[in-house]
């Protein structure tokens, strides 16, 4: 169902989802908002609850507008953690190398002087391969910290995790408690980073996707479905 409230006057449309939950979710992907509610919630405590957010909300679409635009301004951009970084390239006596100012929204890339003489199609390659670096980078201390939270949450162990470009999966878990996941999701919201870590740590306990699996999914992240329709966007 979907509904317009306003916030100083402006319109935002939300969809609500009426699922089988406990609480109140409000999800804010790109420009859309979309509000989970338990089966029998009634409209007054959705509206109630959604203007108690309506701030945030505006926040969060306010900041989407602005990285579109900077995405629309700058095509030398690299997306990480769903916000966009302009890319600036310096050329150095030094080998290839990189520096993510978290703060300016720019990564630096360093890159030896001898490149500045590649044509377009060269520095697009090597660009590309010190893109896969940076994702990496970005990755590790999340994919980390995602893994050592749900181990403490779940009591399962993993083995071994590496970070890999995959071309058709998000992750992957083998029956030795090895999980892979995707470089590409650095470009994606930690949320929806955590969804895939979430979603093959689960497989160490059921190598299936069974009922029983998505219901123990599902228990430590009941909105598991929305925080995953992120994923279904593609970015260069
Ligand atoms: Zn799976």
């Not at 630096?108 to 994702?135: F, H, M, R, T, W």
């Not at 890999?164 to 930690?190: H, Q, V």
């Not at 895939?196 to 689960?202: N, R, S, T, W």
Request: net charge positive; hydrophobic share 35%; glycine share 2%.
């Amino acid at each position: 169902m979907e509904k317009i409230a306003e916030y100083n006057g402006n319109k935002i449309n939300y969809i609500i989802y009426k699922k089988k939950i406990k609480n109140m979710y409000i999800h804010v992907n790109e420009d859309k908002v979309y509000v989970s509610v338990p089966i029998n919630t009634n409209d007054k405590i959705i509206d109630k609850f959604v203007n108690s957010k309506l701030k945030w909300i505006f926040n969060n679409l306010e900041k989407y507008k602005l990285i579109k635009k900077n995405n629309i301004e700058n095509k030398n951009s690299i997306r990480i953690f769903s916000n966009w970084y302009k890319i600036q390239i310096e050329y150095t006596n030094s080998d290839i190398n990189f520096k993510v100012d978290m703060k300016n929204m720019i990564v630096l890339i360093y890159l030896p002087i001898l490149y500045k003489s590649e044509n377009k199609e060269g520095l697009d390659n090597i660009l590309n391969i010190v893109k896969q670096e940076i994702y990496k980078f970005m990755l590790s201390d999340v994919v980390k910290e995602l893994i050592f939270k749900y181990e403490k949450l779940t009591g399962l162990h993993v083995n071994k995790c590496s970070l890999k470009f995959m071309k058709s999966a998000w992750g992957r878990c083998t029956s030795n408690r090895n999980i892979s996941i995707n470089t590409e999701l650095a470009k994606y919201s930690k949320r929806a980073i955590e969804s895939v870590v979430l979603h093959e740590m689960c497989h160490i306990k059921y190598m299936n996707h069974s009922k029983a699996y998505w219901q123990y999914l599902k228990s430590f992240m009941p909105d598991y479905d929305i925080v995953k329709e992120e994923l279904n966007k593609k970015y260069i």
